[in-house]
């Protein structure tokens, strides 16, 4: 696990200078604190920052070839890579060390550009071809580790953060408006933009070849959705046998390793498959809230499950005061957020980091296994159809809109989602989806923008999420939400924040469920075995873990992972809330509307209604716009 960057100048008499570099890596060195390397050839410079997981003698970087005429940077892990190097001695391959970077070295040498079509791991490489004076990137299949690039008449960087590419001189901190509306509605910025103009992420699955000073990109892997018939018993064989071989491989470490526990299904079948594999003493991590914030406590969860496979447990109890994070969070993040889980993350993480440098995570569980609640979007739909529409028009949706929503209790939280089923229900799938997943809907965000910028709104719309929905080669209404949520929010948001937060303080965080083999697998699983009924979700990996885990874990309702933001901006946050947010800053800025900002928040601190998200999508863009533009 390192951080990577890299710059190439268009001009070839143009020499790449090493302090460049340096300075990229500088700005990421929580990305890897045990070592660095830059190398310069020409008019093209790579560099790393290396966080020590396997062979920590023998895999510094830059790392090069046998004539030095390949040489490659490399964050992530390839978890294949005994099987890999096993087929490349074959082909005669002589190896120096143990490093999984050796690895992609000789396989490039064999395989060339097809290399990442071979790898099982999560990734983002660029390899300097010295004799064809080219660079090949590639991300990994899911897009668990990230990356970013700018490109413009002179100059081509990329590098693992944002941050690293500001160091770049020529490139500049400006706000991308664009993505700032789509910021708005998904509460994340849609790949490939960022909130910064002119950089871009690369795409999962996706290699990038510079060379002559031009770009060619392409997709080395897309999921399939064609459903196989299996009985229930043979899916759930299948599923644990792929779900135990992605958790054996990920186990590879040369230092202490753990894993997170929530005590959802997710990370508890994580953990007991580390049992089975005969992992013993397993360091297990678990957050929770006390006092008024109970509703959000899954310690006792946890607690089951550690017991069950008498793990070395470690909790906190969150106190509600976070505010001194939020800035160097949101600086850590590169972009604004508003999912709250990237504050538990970082804070579960800062404990874990005390005692192991990998963490297992069960992130992945519910985009592949059906575990959100809008996947039964379509089948209450049909049953909401069968109400005539003048009774949902005119009562079922003054109805909901008179009931005070929050997140503060089960009751409170189901009334959210029915409100915001409801309000969606008229509209075509695509777009009733992406009703489903935003957070300012089209009139709330002409509402809270300022006359100027709603102008221009006017003429913006964000597809990405609804062309995914469309794009999904499957006719079935929820392979095609959950292929959305695949490429959108599960990378651009819950990966990214899961990756940012835990590198933060240089922990390498894993995610088994995403091993690209079991979401293939999952793909071809009729729906009908994902979700049953109306409370089914997940249904076909309850089953497969059944006998596995203790009964309460696998029928428990969903809870997420996310924190009591709703209260606490009524208490403890609020006095960061009236600095950040004041009515002067926000007029100052031009870009909201500061009469629509401040009923916003007196209608949730009066608590007629919960705008919790759309608060904090407002205060984590105020922040990162002290951070990184003023």
């Known amino acids: ?210 060379e002559n000073g031009q770009t060619k990109s392409w997709k080395y892997w897309e999921l399939d959705y064609t459903t196989e018939q299996h009985s229930l018993g043979d899916w759930c064989e299948q599923l644990r046998e792929l779900l135990e071989d992605a958790v054996r491989l990920q186990l590879m470490s040369d230092v202490p390793l753990g894993a997170f526990l929530s005590g959802g299904l997710d990370s508890s079948s994580i953990v007991a498959m580390m049992h089975e594999l005969g992992v013993g003493n397993i360091s297990t991590y678990a957050i929770g809230f006390g006092g008024e914030d109970a509703f959000h406590n899954e310690l006792s969860k946890a607690a089951i499950v550690a017991k069950k496979f008498e793990t070395d447990h470690h909790e906190i109890v969150v106190e509600p005061n976070v505010t001194e994070l939020m800035y160097p969070l949101i600086e850590h993040l590169d972009e604004p957020i508003t999912d709250t889980s990237f504050l538990v993350t970082y804070l579960v993480s800062k404990m874990a980091r005390e005692s192991v440098t990998v963490i297992l995570s069960g992130v992945g569980g519910d985009e592949i296994f059906g575990g959100y609640r809008r996947y039964l979007g379509p089948r209450l739909q049909n049953m909401y159809q069968m109400v005539p529409g003048a009774v949902r028009r005119g009562m079922v949706m003054p109805l909901l809109n008179r009931v005070p929503v929050d997140r503060g209790s089960a009751v409170k939280s189901m009334l959210r989602y029915a409100r915001g089923f409801a309000s969606q229900a008229e509209l075509p799938p695509p777009d009733r989806y992406q009703g489903y997943v935003s957070v300012y809907n089209n009139g709330q965000r002409h509402g809270i923008l300022s006359p100027e910028l709603a102008e221009m709104e006017t003429h913006h719309r964000s597809r990405q999420v609804a062309d995914y929905y469309a794009a999904a080669g499957s006719h079935d209404p929820l392979n095609q939400m959950m292929y959305a949520d695949l490429k959108t929010s599960l990378v651009d948001s819950l990966l990214a924040f899961t990756d940012k937060m835990s590198m933060a303080v240089s922990l390498e965080a894993r995610v088994p469920l995403l091993d690209y083999r079991l979401v293939e697998m999952a793909a071809r699983i009729p729906s009908s075995m994902k979700l049953r009924g109306m409370r089914g979700m997940k249904h076909i990996f309850k089953e497969s873990m059944r006998g596995r885990l203790p009964d309460n874990i696998i029928t428990q309702k969903k809870q997420g992972f996310g924190t009591p933001i709703s209260r606490w901006f009524r208490s403890s946050l609020q006095p960061l809330l009236q600095d950040v947010l004041s009515r002067e800053r926000i007029q100052s800025r031009g870009y909201f509307d500061a009469d629509a900002v401040t009923a916003l928040m007196d209608d949730h601190m009066q608590q007629r209604a919960d705008h919790s998200e759309h608060i904090l999508a407002l205060l984590t863009f105020e922040i990162w716009h002290q951070v990184y533009l003023d």
């Open 1 to 210: 696990m390192c951080g990577i960057t890299g710059i190439y100048y268009r001009d070839k008499d143009r020499p790449a200078e090493e302090g460049v570099v340096r300075a990229m890596c500088d700005a990421i060195v929580h990305r890897g604190p045990d070592d660095q390397g830059q190398f310069v050839d020409a008019n093209v410079g790579i560099g790393m920052r290396r966080l020590s997981i396997i062979d920590l003698a023998g895999g510094h970087q830059p790392m090069f070839n046998d004539d030095q005429s390949i040489a490659i940077v490399f964050n992530g892990e390839i978890f294949n890579c005994v099987e890999l190097r096993k087929e490349l001695e074959s082909h005669g391959h002589r190896f120096r060390s143990h490093s999984d970077t050796e690895v992609l070295v000789r396989g490039y040498e064999q395989w060339g550009d097809d290399l990442p079509k071979r790898l099982n791991g999560m990734f983002a490489f660029s390899i300097l071809d010295r004799r064809r004076h080219r660079v090949l990137i590639a991300r990994d299949h899911i897009g668990i580790k990230p990356l970013y690039l700018y490109e413009d008449g002179g100059q081509i960087a990329w590098a693992s953060e944002i941050k690293a590419l500001l160091k770049v001189p020529g490139i500049t901190a400006e706000l991308d408006r664009a993505a700032m509306f789509d910021f708005l509605q998904f509460g994340y910025v849609p790949a490939p933009r960022t909130m910064f103009a002119g950089i871009s992420k690369l795409e999962p699955a996706t290699c990038l070849v510079i």
